[in-house]
DNA sequence: CACGATTAAATCGTGTACGATGTATTGTAC
DNA sequence: GTACAATACATCGTACACGATTTAATCGTG
């Protein structure tokens, strides 16, 4: 391929990840306003939801995501009465964060997103092509990670 | 698969999509730093460097964007003496973006980016699948997009 | 031609992302 | 133990995204 055919949007594999991205995070939308939370709320609560106490860092290896990103993050779902923030008493650097009442109570209300999800999607698309491309998105995260 | 067990990062297709798109656009930006634009505005020239002109609407449409995104973005390129914005003549409702000198210039700088970015990509993960993904990707894109 | 509906941008407010920097705490080497 | 590096968050500034609303221009129908 010439470098000019390279620039073009749809031979690049950029494009697509980010509007696929953002057009999914869409999706999702409708069902987590009726929790009251955001998508990037979303996957906190996800990770919360599998470890009772995450430190701030911890949660953002799991996110791949800064404290300059979570911090003003957390505090709006602190506000919101969905998770604690408390500082360790072993190391006062680190800011432990679990669950309050709020965002326990969330995880019934969320369990069946993911499947309302995929009936949205397979509807045009086969479900042995989102495994397909789950997997190759966690392949890709992985090469990329090192 | 239980609702529990979808519940969980590595299940949903959700996370990798949207850490992916993250990861990506970081591999571009210490390319496109060397010519001092973003992500974004890459795009946005992308779109322009195959087409003359567009209106803010039409730019929205290839990019899946909205115009309270655009407009700011394309201001802020307008500054950098990349893009030109004009009224339409014949309909002045519709605002025209026009490659300025510095944005047709930076085409020959960018034509390097697309094959650097593979290069750095494949050292981990397969050529082929890098295919693939796009075609995954694309098709999902446009199944949800009726 | 008039006038309500539609369309195209722009504006506003909120919430991420993230590079750069600051601050407090802990680890470590001498 | 003390100074210095490393670590964990927080803060700041800039740039997207996007829902909701506003403004101005054009279209369509009677």
Redesign the pocket.
Same mark, same amino acid.
């Given at each position: 391929m010439k470098g000019e055919a390279m620039l073009q949007l749809d031979n690049q594999l950029c494009f697509p990840l980010?509007a696929a991205s @953002? &057009?999914v995070?869409?999706l999702y939308?409708p069902l987590l306003e009726k929790l009251g939370i955001?998508?990037?709320?979303y996957l906190i609560l996800l990770v919360l939801w599998e470890n009772d106490e995450l430190?701030?860092?911890?949660i953002?290896k799991k996110l791949?995501?800064?404290?300059?990103?979570?911090?003003?993050?957390?505090? @709006? &779902?602190e506000v919101k009465g969905i998770v604690k923030?408390t500082r360790?008493k072993?190391?006062?650097?680190?800011?432990?964060v679990k669950l309050a009442d709020k965002g326990g109570a969330l995880k019934q209300s969320a369990l069946c997103i993911p499947l309302e999800l995929l009936e949205g999607m397979t509807n045009q698309f086969p479900l042995e092509r989102v495994g397909r491309l789950r997997d190759d998105l966690n392949a890709l995260l992985k090469a990329l990670s090192q």
């Open positions: 980010y @953002r &057009m995070t869409k939308q955001t998508y990037p709320q430190s701030v860092n911890e953002g791949m995501l800064e404290t300059n990103t979570l911090t003003p993050l957390l505090k @709006r &779902m923030r360790s072993s190391d006062e650097r680190r800011v432990i």
